[in-house]
């Protein structure tokens, strides 16, 4: 098992359990926790590397971190954003996640030049807590959470994100049994495969 598969298994084994969690205990809170958790790890991985492979695991924490993200972001979109605009809100959230990897792609050759390789875990994983922060002071999981939205806001956020109660029973069948279901696995699978084979 190399080291980006210690990451993807962290991932992996944790993706259903990151969205019942979300579902439940609420977005804000859960992808605040994912953030710390990663950024935890993004921090201590420097550490691994000094300290030899086998503690290079860390990765696996950090899939542990990183999972709860998406489930977290389309949580809280589910409740913050009207049905009808979701898909471009979703489209907007995700491609933010890109162009954040092609931002520290295009950074961390300047801090590796300017403070050495083991900056670049350092800083990413220090923005974290500043993301954190900021965070904790201005997101709410619902609008009925948010002290600062009107009345007449909260109850039209309310009544056009129609968001049902957390689901308590998943119906892998009903799911497996759509094609887009594995349409989009397929789809992804190739793209994870393709991006980690080539690039």
């Not at 598969?5 to 084994?13: A, I, K, V």
């Not at 050759?109 to 990413?124: A, D, E, N, R, T």
């Not at 039209?156 to 497996?176: F, M, Q, R």
């Amino acid at each position: 098992m190399g080291i980006a598969s210690s990451f993807f298994w962290g991932y992996l084994l944790t993706q259903t359990a990151g969205g019942i969690w979300a579902d439940t205990v609420g977005g804000k809170s859960v992808l605040a926790f994912g953030v710390v958790w990663w950024s935890i790890a993004t921090v201590l991985t420097r550490v691994a590397a000094k300290i030899g492979l086998p503690f290079l695991l860390v990765c696996a924490f950090m899939g542990i971190g990183e999972v709860v993200a998406m489930p977290a972001m389309i949580s809280i979109l589910s409740k913050w954003v009207p049905v009808a605009e979701r898909s471009r809100s979703l489209a907007l959230v995700y491609s933010g996640m890109y162009r954040g990897s092609v931002t520290a792609l295009a950074l961390s050759p300047f801090l590796i030049q300017k403070f050495g390789w083991l900056s670049v875990f350092f800083s990413f994983g220090s923005l974290g807590t500043v993301w954190f922060a900021v965070w904790l002071n201005k997101a709410n999981s619902t609008p009925l959470e948010d002290p600062e939205l009107r009345p007449q806001e909260k109850k039209l956020l309310v009544t056009k994100c129609v968001s049902k109660e957390p689901v308590k029973t998943i119906l892998w069948s009903l799911i497996l049994s759509k094609p887009p279901v594995w349409a989009l696995t397929v789809c992804l699978t190739s793209v994870t495969i393709g991006g980690h084979l080539f690039f």
